[in-house]
């Protein structure tokens, strides 16, 4: 068991780490491909498709239970009707922020057999060790601006001029619930950012950063709400994920690497951390955007959850992933303590950090 640490001190101090590692999305597998089961020396097939050994002696459920970020509704949604097709197995999803997703776990006494966030730290921090030994971090994102085409300065806005109008009196920008959803959090941490010196320059000076801040509202709770409420009129722009963005249909402004949170090196990993947003009792600090996955010890259907971790981070999971916006982690990387379902650690690398990011 590693030693407790309280739930402020371990968010703050990720970001005095910073990742640099997930940039080789492209790598090779280490392990088979493929939807097909298959099964280890150290484990048996029970009759209805379950396993005995390292993953768990109870057979497999016919149904099963998700609780992940709203942003990955769309790729999971995606991934559901072949994964039941494969398994003959009824997926059953809740879609929350990633903050009140892992609640309902460590807060709520409740129990899923997967837990998907878009900030793996929530896992490392929140539910280790009691409510889970092991994750994998199998996809990334980056921050964007949507708007409507007839939303103020929408017929000049563009990568080189958004924060002047954002910052414009007659603007009202949307974002998530920071105590509720990473997206929240990154939105503000975006905008942050862009006060903050790169490389000796930075987009604006802090009186626009205030003003933009000042424009900046919670209309919501997750992300995935965000665009109804821009649609209908009640926002100019919205700050999300930009596999969100990607497949709404309306406009978007792809933002600077140094404020979209997507770069994952050093270089920007201590740029980013510059970025701190306090929400909900807890000190969230900037790093690039890493979504993390595993199945709670309090999972009733465990070696379901081990089978859906292994479809997402193989070819089907990833295929997914890509159709709704979202960068997989090829492969992805699991944390070499605890104890990995040998189907998940077959198609993984394990690894006591991602970059000098602490796992």
Not at 19 to 32: F, H, N, P, V, Y
Request: proline letters at 5%; charged letters at 25%; glycine letters at 12%.
């Amino acid at each position: 068991m590693r030693e407790q640490r309280s739930r402020r001190d371990l968010l703050k101090a990720t970001g005095a780490l910073g990742i640099a590692g997930l940039a080789g999305c492209t790598g090779g597998e280490s392990g088979g491909q493929g939807t097909t089961e298959t099964t280890t020396d150290a484990e048996e097939t029970t009759a209805d498709g379950g396993t005995t050994g390292e993953e768990g002696t109870t057979p497999s459920s016919d149904s099963m239970t998700i609780f992940h970020a709203g942003s990955l509704a769309p790729p999971f949604g995606a991934a559901e009707q072949g994964f039941e097709d494969e398994y003959g197995v009824d997926v059953q999803r809740e879609a929350k922020g990633s903050v009140a997703s892992t609640k309902k776990i460590t807060t709520q006494g409740r129990s899923a057999d997967v837990l998907g966030v878009s900030d793996f730290r929530l896992i490392r921090d929140m539910l280790l060790d009691e409510y889970g030994s092991w994750y994998a971090v199998f996809a990334t994102n980056a921050m964007s601006l949507q708007y409507r085409e007839d939303s103020p300065g929408a017929d000049e806005i563009g990568p080189d001029n958004w924060w002047e109008v954002l910052s414009r009196d007659d603007v009202t920008i949307g974002h998530s619930d920071p105590a509720v959803d990473p997206g929240g959090y990154r939105a503000v941490m975006s905008m942050q950012l862009g006060k903050e010196k790169m490389d000796g320059q930075r987009l604006y000076d802090q009186q626009t950063y205030q003003q933009i801040r000042d424009n900046m509202t919670v209309p919501t709770g997750t992300e995935t709400k965000l665009e109804g409420q821009l649609k209908s009129g009640k926002l100019d722009y919205a700050l999300y994920y930009r596999s969100i963005a990607s497949q709404s249909g309306l406009p978007y402004v792809d933002l600077q690497p140094h404020v979209d949170l997507s770069k994952l090196n050093q270089k920007y990993a201590s740029h980013y951390e510059k970025a701190e947003v306090e929400a909900g009792g807890n000190t969230y600090v900037g790093a690039p955007i890493a979504y993390g996955i595993t199945v709670p010890s309090v999972a009733e259907a465990p070696v379901r959850g081990a089978q859906w971790v292994e479809y997402m981070t193989t070819e089907p999971g990833r295929k997914a992933l890509k159709s709704k916006g979202l960068i997989p982690k090829e492969p992805a990387v699991v944390t070499e303590d605890g104890d990995v379902p040998d189907r998940v650690a077959r198609h993984a690398e394990a690894k006591t950090s991602v970059g000098p990011l602490e796992l």
